[in-house]
T-cell receptor, first 122, second 116 residues
């Protein structure tokens, strides 16, 4: 089945540092990937839609300069949390769908999720 | 805008008993509906989906869900619960299903606890 690999799985760092999270689709191509944020015992909140070769689309209230997204290839998207602070501590999850399918089939496909990154800012 | 609601924060069942996790949806067109399960500190695993066709959808690990258009519901069910089914369950709807590239919108999640 389709696999999404997310790295690292756990990060602990000091306030003010920048942290990069990678999301890779291992056995399919994804022109679009999605980044979610999840607080403890809460739902997934969509942060942004990452588009290969173009700018990401951010949800309302998400700071573009804070959460930098780069989707440089059909299998890799990165999320960089810049100048991280304790309030950025959260569980970040990426997701993707197989974009090699026709749009009708692609639309009905489930999103495949990475295992998430636990970010802790001290 | 599309949305899903999971009215229960927690569902408790005894092992061997049937379980139901509720979900209702609100969409402007035909819904694309999904159920996912999440174990602690892990990503989401796909269980099943409804796109079109039979209202009863069967998925992974013995789970099934029934699509009810009149009640705008998509409840997750399993005839006999296992302790290993204990996890966080999310119902999701595809936003603007006629357009490719749009993300899933999730309900708040329901914690299922199965006791032995």
């Amino acid at each position: 089945g389709a696999v999404v690999s997310q790295h690292p799985s756990w990060v602990i760092c000091k306030s003010g540092t920048s942290v990069k999270i990678e999301c890779r689709s291992l056995d399919f191509q994804a022109t679009t990937m999605f980044w979610y944020r999840q607080f403890p015992k809460q739902s997934l909140m969509l942060m942004a839609t990452s588009n290969e070769g173009s700018k990401a689309t951010y949800e309302q209230g998400v700071e573009k300069d804070k959460f930098l997204i780069n989707h440089a290839s059909l299998t890799l998207s990165t999320l960089t949390v810049t100048s991280a602070h304790p309030e950025d501590s959260s569980f970040y999850i990426c997701s993707a769908r197989d974009s090699s399918l026709s749009w009708g089939r692609e639309a009905s496909q489930p999103q495949h999720f990475g295992d998430g990154t636990r970010l802790s800012i001290l | 805008a599309q949305s899903v609601a999971q009215p229960e924060d927690q569902v408790n069942v005894a092992e061997g008993n049937p379980l139901t996790v509720k979900c209702t949806y609100s969409v402007s067109g035909n819904p694309y509906l999904f159920w996912y399960v999440q174990y602690p500190n892990r990503g989401l695993q796909f269980l099943l989906k409804y796109i079109t066709g039979d209202n009863l959808v069967k998925g992974s690990y013995g789970f099934e869900a029934e699509f009810n258009k009149s009640q705008t519901s998509f409840h997750l069910k399993k005839p006999s619960a296992l302790v290993s089914d204990s996890a966080l369950y999310f119902c999701a709807v595809r936003d603007i299903p006629s357009e490719a590239g749009t993300a899933l919108i999730f309900g708040k999640g329901t914690t299922l606890s199965v006791s032995s």
